[in-house]
């Protein structure tokens, strides 16, 4: 199966290819050295330190208790 992955050559080029899970270096399309399959870090931004995010969180939870008491769901 082939899927989207990062490789970085030595010049710190990093570029996407789709390319089976084999396929560990690819050529480096800007400088032609080989270029080394690496992992990128997912971000999460989260934002429960500020007070509109807290704020944000009671509600969505009010908001699914409600539902789920309405639904009878318990756990």
Known sequence: MRRLYDFQCDN????EFLRGSDVEEV??????LKARKIVTPVKIQRDMN???GKERWAKQREKQIKHERKHGVTL
């Open 12 to 15: 710190g080029h990093v570029n």
């Open 27 to 32: 050529d480096c399309p800007n400088c032609e």
């Open 50 to 52: 500020s007070s509109a």
